[in-house]
């Protein structure tokens, strides 16, 4: 499976080397604002972008004046080009737990569930929806004029798609209880200052910036880095004993890829190791006897 380059509601793709896969919004007339067919679209992206060798890194923006702010309560339909109609739920309780369960939720459950790193580039409003998915992603990076925030009890709502969630996981219970209790939406600066972002950059360095990190990334070895995600995900919900069997498992992986291989012997011949091959079909680094870095 490939990711389709064909036509989506509300975003469009490009494919950057080294496999920076780039998704915007492309919604600025209401804001990015979400429809269900959008969030359709965008769990199938993500499913196809899992399968998919050619993509290292996922980088999500907006067009216009926000990120994605919250979900378009005037008209929640819209049409996919790549699944038919189905109803979205909401017209009674049953159809509200699904269309959440089987929708909603699943758009950060499937960016969550990505071996791939994520980088949120948040423009402009970053709110309810569009605040989780940021929070979902591995790196943020806020233009200094974004404004970030999940405010659903101004309408009445709740952070149904995961957010309380997510935020407690950045701020703890305390802070998220306070952010989400007062509506709170805040600035870049103290986005940056609370944790929820990771750097905050000129307007007009945005894109140039998370490029810059999504090249980082892409360069590194891709095999170690995701199985690194994972772990520091499930560490959370793990005992010290279990954290240690589980990076054990992993280990007993990465160090026998040539990536590992490659790594010590750019230590020791002093420059820049030379990852990835089995995805730029080059041959396997030629070293024999142990690894470098092996005392055993």
Known sequence: MAVNAGEYCGFDIAIEDPGILVVTFNRPESLNASTAAMKRDLVELLTQTQMDDRIRIVLFTGQGKAFWAGDDLKGYGGESAQVPPIHHGHHNAAGTYNGLRAISQAVNTAVRNLDKLSIAAINGFAIQTGFSLALACD?????????????????????????????????????????????????????????????????????????????????????????????????????????????????????????????????????????????????????????PWDSN
């Open 139 to 291: 790196f943020r990076i806020a233009a200094e004029s974004a404004k970030l925030g999940s405010a659903t009890l101004r309408f009445g709502l709740l952070p149904d798609e995961g957010g309380q969630w997510l935020l407690v996981q950045h701020l703890g219970v305390g802070k998220a209880m306070d952010f989400m209790m007062r509506k709170r939406i805040v600035d870049a600066a103290s986005a940056l200052d609370l944790g929820l972002v990771h750097d905050v950059v000129p307007d007009a360095k945005l894109m140039e910036e998370s490029m810059a990190l999504a090249q980082e990334l892409a360069q590194g070895p891709q095999v170690a880095m995701r199985m690194l995600k994972r772990s520091i995900l499930l560490a959370a919900d793990l005992t010290w004993e279990q954290s240690l069997d589980e990076i054990a498992s992993k280990t007993a992986v990465t160090d026998h890829l040539p990536d590992a291989r490659e790594g010590g012997v750019a230590f020791i011949e002093k420059r820049q190791p030379n990852f990835n091959a089995w995805l730029e079909d080059r041959a396997e680094p030629s070293v024999e006897g142990p690894a």
